[in-house]
């Protein structure tokens, strides 16, 4: 295929922001009662939005109330703020697509607050991005819908058939196979398996090819 743009997810793929966002909701979540290990949480809730978490902690009894969302973003967008760190080598690969005139944009679940909170502790990203994300709740079309990275390629003018998109989860993974786009799946680092317990960081191996 001949690649004219790529759509790059955000957390775990440009932003080191998952393992602090899962040890803050492990530790959230086990106040409200409902104690869950970092394995049993990506399965339930990666790449999902934070209103389904609240869906589903609530039908497993944690009873999280009508504020808990807006809540937990306050905690989270500080937290990104003051410590989400760039994936390696995310600045250099757009180097590259700037050079190779491929176009870029990014299309996370997670709201353009969360997405400026983490990208724009980096003001160089941000400045190149900033006009690029598309966010699937505040375009009411979160994953695993294909809507949101149709309209990213709408944005950028290019075919779906002649966009690759780069994944870490598997909701964003199901959803890019409806629109026509080959994908770029990442294997991540283990997250820190018990809340205060560090671990090692995330870190992204791109492969070679898409599938």
């Known amino acids: 295929m001949s690649v004219k743009a790529v759509l790059f997810d955000c957390d775990g793929v440009l932003v080191d922001s998952e393992p602090m966002t899962f040890l803050a909701l492990q530790e959230d979540l086990a ?8 394995p049993q949480m990506e399965a339930l809730f990666l790449g999902g939005t934070l209103e389904r978490v609240q869906r589903v902690a609530n039908d497993m009894g944690a009873g999280l109330g009508p504020g808990w ?3 937990f973003y306050a905690r ?6 003051d410590r989400a760190e760039l994936m390696p080598g995310v600045e250099s690969l757009l180097d ?6 491929i176009a870029y944009a ?12 983490s990208l724009g502790r980096h003001p160089a990203l941000w400045a190149r991005l900033q006009d690029r994300l598309f966010s699937g709740q505040d375009l009411g079309c979160p994953k695993p819908a294909p809507d949101l990275y149709l309209t990213a390629a709408a944005f950028l003018g290019v075919a779906p058939a002649d966009c690759v998109v780069v994944e ?5 993974r199901r959803r890019r196979k409806r629109p026509g786009c080959a994908a770029l799946a990442m294997r991540r680092r283990a997250i ?3 809340c205060g317990r560090p671990g090692p ?10 599938d």
Not at 31 to 38: R, Y
Not at 106 to 117: D, E, I, L, W
Request: charge should be positive; aromatic fraction near 4%; include cysteine.
């Open 192 to 194: 820190p398996r018990r």
């Open 96 to 101: 590259r697509l700037d050079a190779a005139g």
């Open 69 to 71: 969302c807006e809540a």
């Open 168 to 172: 870490d989860s598997g909701p964003g």
């Open 31 to 38: 106040a409200h009662g409902l104690d869950l290990t970092i």
């Open 201 to 210: 960081r995330s870190s992204p191996i791109w492969p070679r090819c898409p």
């Open 106 to 117: 990014v299309g996370s679940n997670g709201r353009r607050a969360k997405m400026q909170a």
């Open 76 to 81: 989270l967008y500080a937290m990104l703020r």
